[in-house]
């Protein structure tokens, strides 16, 4: 009886470009009314989620008040023809949503010696020194020239380390989107049992336009990404299943490259046994020495539980250091791993409250990471890719 009252309420809903839709929370859509931004509200459902149509030019007006105002990326997600189903209660969605199995309660970890050897073979100095490189772009905006140059940057870096290592089950491919010429680059380490689901470390690439180095946001994950493929490849550990390395295109513009790729992995049929996310790692107010943050809306709280007990075992985090908070929206590339039935975690460089106020402006320079503490979360990735990714003795 529900699937056809949800269906009936559905087939009323107004027929517009499915381009323009976006979906977002009813406080974002009431903060922006407040600031003179007049949005067409499509549908909206009782867990506070609204769909709206947004030009271009709306869009960017919203996520500088979102900027301004609550100091987050857009505030919004890109739904295209999907946003329907963004839009179910959330209720019935969990039903069906695997993304929310607890099948990580009982996941013990037993790989200790080889993950200290990725471990140990971690450089800090290489990290910085991609920091470094992301951030000589003038932006990496997913409509411009810059952001179609650093994710060619990108390739051609996997490239050389793959003959560096002479990585013959390494490989990439780019995943292109309808919206912007930036393509998301997807980097596969195959292991041994192919029919395992894999695993996703991944972050995004891109910055908003002009003058926008994002060295916290997102050079900090996306280096990270970078430096465990390849410590992963310098300690020849071999893993029994295959690791996904992502570097996501235009997520400021409403996690489009995520959505791209998720739906390459949906359609290819290629499963995912768990996901992780690097959005913002970099920056370390005082409130935040020595902790790491945890996202919960948008991620599997088995999955959230079982990373913080591997930052107690390797990085020696007490539960005093290992905090909840909450997004309020889609405000990473996690989320559309988690819409499509994925279990995903996103670690956070701080509290929301007191986070980089200079992400999104000419500020956001590679003076403001702090490398020791992006490091903490970089040793935290390869803990995950190694002790989910099974090596084999």
Same mark, same amino acid.
């Given at each position: 009886?529900k699937?056809i009252?949800l269906?009936l ?11 323009d839709i976006y979906?977002?929370s009813? !406080?974002?859509?009431?903060l ?5 931004i007049?949005?067409?509200t499509?549908?909206?459902n009782q ?9 271009e030019? !709306?869009?960017?007006?919203?996520a500088q008040?979102? &900027?301004?105002?609550k100091h987050?990326?857009g ?6 023809t999907?946003?329907k189903?963004?839009?179910?209660d959330q209720?019935?969605?969990?039903i069906?949503n695997f993304? /929310? ?9 037993k ?6 050897k990725?471990r ?7 990290y910085?020194n ?8 003038p932006? =990496? ?6 952001? %179609? ?10 490239t050389?380390?793959k003959?560096?290592f002479k990585a013959?089950?390494?490989s ?5 989107n ?10 596969t ?10 695993l996703?470390?991944?972050? &995004? ?13 997102d050079?900090s994950g996306s280096?990270? %990404?970078?430096?465990v493929?390849q ?6 550990v071999?893993?029994d299943?295959s ?8 997520e400021?513009?409403?996690?489009v490259g995520? =959505?791209?790729?998720?739906?390459h992995?949906k359609?290819n049929?290629? !499963?995912v046994?768990?996901?992780? !996310?690097l959005d913002?790692?970099?920056y370390?107010?005082t409130?935040s020495?020595?902790?790491? &943050?945890?996202?919960? /809306?948008?991620t599997?709280?088995s ?5 913080k007990q ?10 005093a250091?290992l905090?909840d908070?909450k ?5 990473s ?9 994925f279990p ?9 409250s007191?986070h ?6 000419s500020?956001?320079t590679?003076?403001?990471?702090n490398?020791?503490h992006a490091m903490q979360f ?5 803990a995950f890719v190694?002790?989910l990714?099974?090596?084999?003795n």
């Amino acid at each position: 009886m529900k699937i056809i009252i949800l269906f009936l309420i559905f087939s009323f809903i107004p027929q517009i470009h499915a381009e323009d839709i976006y979906v977002t929370s009813l !406080q974002n859509l009431s903060l922006a009314q407040k600031k003179g931004i007049t949005l067409q509200t499509v549908s909206k459902n009782q867990s506070g989620l609204v769909a709206v149509k947004m030009t271009e030019k !709306q869009r960017k007006t919203f996520a500088q008040v979102m &900027h301004e105002e609550k100091h987050t990326c857009g505030g919004y997600t890109f739904a295209g023809t999907e946003y329907k189903a963004d839009l179910l209660d959330q209720s019935l969605a969990k039903i069906f949503n695997f993304a /929310d199995f607890p099948v990580f309660d009982n996941k013990e970890i037993k790989n200790q010696v080889h993950v200290n050897k990725v471990r140990s073979l971690l450089s800090a100095d290489r990290y910085k020194n991609y920091i470094q490189n992301l951030t000589d772009f003038p932006d =990496r905006a997913a409509s411009s020239n810059n952001g %179609v140059a650093a994710s060619t940057w990108i390739m051609d870096e996997v490239t050389r380390i793959k003959e560096s290592f002479k990585a013959e089950n390494l490989s990439a491919f780019y995943v292109s989107n309808s919206r912007y010429p930036q393509k998301s680059v997807v980097v596969t380490l195959e292991g041994l049992s192919a029919e395992k689901p894999g695993l996703v470390l991944g972050a &995004h690439m891109d910055t908003l336009k002009r003058n926008k180095p994002g060295a916290d946001d997102d050079a900090s994950g996306s280096a990270a %990404v970078l430096e465990v493929l390849q410590a992963v490849l310098s300690s020849k550990v071999k893993l029994d299943r295959s690791i996904y390395f992502i570097l996501y295109s235009a997520e400021e513009v409403g996690l489009v490259g995520s =959505r791209s790729v998720v739906n390459h992995f949906k359609n290819n049929k290629m !499963q995912v046994e768990a996901v992780m !996310q690097l959005d913002m790692i970099g920056y370390q107010p005082t409130k935040s020495i020595q902790k790491m &943050h945890f996202v919960t /809306d948008n991620t599997n709280v088995s999955l959230n539980n079982y990373v913080k007990q591997l930052a107690k075992v390797y990085l020696n985090k007490t539960d005093a250091q290992l905090l909840d908070l909450k997004c309020g929206y889609s405000c990473s590339d996690h989320a559309r791993w988690h819409s499509a039935g994925f279990p995903a975690t996103f670690p956070f460089e701080s509290s929301f409250s007191d986070h980089n106020r200079s992400i999104h402006t000419s500020r956001d320079t590679i003076s403001l990471v702090n490398i020791d503490h992006a490091m903490q979360f970089v040793h935290l990735a390869a803990a995950f890719v190694i002790e989910l990714g099974e090596p084999l003795n």
